[in-house]
């Protein structure tokens, strides 16, 4: 198993990695160049497309690389099973996209969604479905190098439409462009299976599983959905895109890594079957040491927020400071989340997944609606108090079948809370007491950011004494290792 999974998270993290840098990059270059609004309106219009899409490849995809075999007839089933959902799913796009255009009062929703639709949601469904087969045997390497060569592509088409002012076009540009290349490159190296839609036996034997994986997207998916609707209607194009964009940023170093960690994670939980002593051990391994390398980077964004936010986006963005205060100091909890439930997924406890993302999404949603209505700040103390809360249960929920105690989490994560709650004290009092008010805000981040690392380290270095390094060096060292 290990000399499997080490190899599957060097490649998936070379190919995620980079091309998500690239993507950042061209993030911060394009985000000048547009307005919120631009972004408010690429949010409402891909919601549609990507919420259908999800629908039709998640069950697919999880049977194909959650089954403990794959034969030719099975994997022929799977994909007729994912064409005979697409359809009526594209159908369901083109009409999300008529109510929303109609109900906004914004006919741009229609003509901006369409072309998404049209370019990203075929691409997407096929890639879904040639990914899972080579994830399932933990093939990483071209994944990888075709993520890498579609991200490249979509941000330099990206870059390139907004310097030409083609404002939010240029975000549908991108997103087309990295869909259809990565498409098109995994069908040039394999194509789909001769889809068979003879499916009574898939049905009998995974409807099971089946429905409860698609349950859970759906209500993922909904939420999502339910979040960006509602924004966009209290606070409109502007404050939706405000919204998205810096959570989209605060986002990054967890969103980016995690789907790498979840990518290998699956299929290696899936391997490990009924063995509870090692689930247990690696999850906990897990939790260590992402707490230590996720803690201090969130902390120390909601620490230097007020001059994070208008430094790296420009001064057109500072209203979504709370924004990415809120969600920084909340983010890293989020590790409960994927590293005691991600276990579960691999398992095919698809029921206790779907019950754990449900708590969290409604209570999160609740929060969201009681604050909305009172602004950008509001909305995002709403979301993140009622979402911890909800966090707190369902993790409640899942830790007891792992055979996790409250105990294990605070001993795997207590040394990275301790040193990042001391670094983000320093960095506050650095910030409100010490420096000058006056200070421009790229010179507050160049005092702020060493000084809020420094101790981190030292008082991690202090309370762990080395557990911690030691671990995540024996990883490192393991995947630079050539197998």
């Known amino acids: 198993m290990r000399a499997a999974v080490i190899p599957a998270l060097r490649w998936t993290a070379l190919g995620r990695l980079s091309a998500q840098a690239l993507s950042l990059l061209s993030t911060l270059v394009v985000v000048r160049l547009l307005v919120p609004a631009d972004y408010g309106l690429f949010a409402l219009c891909i919601a549609p497309t990507t919420f259908f899409a999800a629908l039709v490849v998640v069950a697919p995809m999880s049977l194909t690389i959650q089954r403990p075999e ?191 960690v979840n990518r290998v994670g699956f299929p290696a939980y899936a391997r490990l079957g009924g063995d509870a002593a090692a689930i247990r051990r690696y999850a906990l391994l897990s939790l260590r040491v992402l707490s230590a390398l996720f803690l201090p980077v969130y902390w120390g964004l909601a620490s230097v927020a007020p001059h994070a936010v208008p430094a790296v986006l420009g001064a057109q963005w500072s ?78 929920r899942a830790r007891r079948p792992l055979g996790v105690s409250w105990r294990d989490i605070a001993a795997a994560c207590g040394a990275s809370l301790v040193a990042a709650a001391a670094m983000a004290a320093t960095v506050t009092a650095l910030r409100v007491a010490v420096l000058p008010p006056g200070w421009p805000d790229a010179q507050m981040l160049a005092v702020l950011v060493p000084a809020g690392a420094a101790t981190y380290a030292c008082v991690l270095a202090a309370v762990d004494r080395g557990a911690t390094v030691a671990v995540l060096a024996g990883m490192l060292r393991d995947i630079g290792r050539r197998r």
């Open 319 to 396: 209203g979504a400071v709370p924004v990415a205060a809120l969600f920084g100091a909340f983010m890293p909890f989020k590790l409960l989340q994927y590293c005691l439930i991600l276990p579960h997924q691999g398992l095919g406890n698809a029921a206790l997944v779907n019950r754990a993302t449900v708590t969290i999404g409604v209570a999160a949603i609740a929060g969201l609606a009681l604050g909305a209505p009172h602004g950008l700040a509001m909305a995002a103390l709403g979301m993140v108090g009622c979402g911890t809360i909800g966090l707190a249960f369902a993790v409640d």
């Open 70 to 260: 794959l034969g030719d007839a099975r994997a022929a089933e799977i994909v007729g099973l994912a064409l005979l959902l697409a359809v009526p799913a594209f159908l369901g796009v083109v009409a999300a996209l008529a109510l929303i255009a109609h109900g906004y009062e914004e006919p741009r929703v229609w003509t901006v969604g369409l072309a998404l639709a049209i370019g990203v949601f075929g691409p997407n469904c096929v890639t879904a479905l040639l990914q899972s087969r080579l994830e399932r045997r933990l093939e990483f390497r071209l994944v990888a190098i075709f993520e890498l060569a579609g991200g490249v592509m979509a941000a330099v088409l990206t870059v390139l439409c907004a310097l030409a002012g083609a404002g939010v076009w240029a975000l549908v540009a991108g997103s087309c462009c990295a869909a259809t290349a990565q498409c098109l490159l995994l069908l040039a190296a394999g194509g789909v299976p001769r889809p068979s839609f003879h499916l009574g036996r898939l049905l009998r034997e995974d409807a099971r599983y089946g429905a409860h994986v698609t349950f859970g997207t759906l209500v993922t998916q909904t939420l999502d959905a339910v979040e960006t609707l509602l924004l966009g209607r209290l606070l409109g194009t502007a404050g939706l895109g405000a919204w998205r964009t810096c959570r989209e940023l605060v986002n990054v170093p967890l969103g980016k890594v995690m789907p790498i």
